[in-house]
T-cell receptor, first 117, second 110 residues
Framework: GAVVSQHPSRVICKSGTSVKIECRSL??????MFWYRQFPKKSLMLMAT?????????EQGVEKDKFLINHASLTLSTLTVTSAHPEDSSFYIC?????????????FGPGTRLLVL | QKEVEQDPGPLSVPEGAIVSLNCTYS??????FMWYRQYSRKGPELLMY????GNKEDGRFTAQVDKSSKYISLFIRDSQPSDSATYLC??????????FGPGTRLSVLP
């Protein structure tokens, strides 16, 4: 089956530093990757849609300069949280789609728990 | 009113029970409906995917969509402790992003 990995699984950083999270599709090529944020007992919130080789499409209210997304290859997308603050602490989940632009066939990564002190 | 509502639980049932999980929604344009299972500190995994109205069965799981009532359900038969997880519903109009419910936490007690 389709496997998506994320690295790191957990990260603790100081306020003001930047953190990079990697999302990889291990056994398939993903033209589209999605980045979500999940607060405890809350819905998954879509942050952005990332297509290989082009700029990410950010959802309303998501700061593109704060959450930098790069989708350099068909198997790798990265999310960089720049100048992280405690309110950025959350569970970040990526997913990869085998069909261009659709969420119906997305496979989720295991998530990255970010704690900003 | 939120677009997708789901009772957060927790819902505790004994092993072997039939579990009913539900979501209500307000957007009549939703056509695609999905159920995900998410174990603690893990990413969601797709359980069921239905289009428009009707029922879909896969093993112990049955998904129902009632578009007239804007109500979807996931039934789990012969529930097992390994079914203990958070169940998320998600739905979308054609060609648009999915909206997720907040999830219902289920605990199946041995």
């Amino acid at each position: 089956g389709a496997v998506v990995s994320q690295h790191p699984s957990r990260v603790i950083c100081k306020s003001g530093t930047s953190v990079k999270i990697e999302c990889r599709s291990l056994d398939f090529q993903a033209t589209t990757m999605f980045w979500y944020r999940q607060f405890p007992k809350k819905s998954l919130m879509l942050m952005a849609t990332s297509n290989e080789g082009s700029k990410a499409t950010y959802e309303q209210g998501v700061e593109k300069d704060k959450f930098l997304i790069n989708h350099a290859s068909l198997t790798l997308s990265t999310l960089t949280v720049t100048s992280a603050h405690p309110e950025d602490s959350s569970f970040y989940i990526c997913s990869a789609s085998t069909d261009s632009g659709t969420q119906e066939t997305q496979y989720f990564g295991p998530g990255t728990r970010l704690l900003v002190l | 009113q939120k677009e997708v509502e789901q009772d957060p639980g927790p819902l505790s049932v004994p092993e072997g029970a039939i579990v009913s999980l539900n979501c209500t929604y307000s957007n009549s344009a939703f056509q695609y409906f999905m159920w995900y299972r998410q174990y603690s500190r893990k990413g969601p995994e797709l359980l069921m995917y239905t289009y428009s109205s009707g029922n879909k069965e896969d093993g112990r799981f049955t998904a129902q969509v009632d578009k007239s009532s804007k109500y979807i359900s996931l039934f789990i038969r012969d529930s097992q402790p390994s079914d203990s997880a958070t169940y998320l519903c998600a739905m979308s109009p054609p060609g648009q992003n999915f909206v997720f419910g907040p999830g219902t936490r289920l605990s199946v007690l041995p």
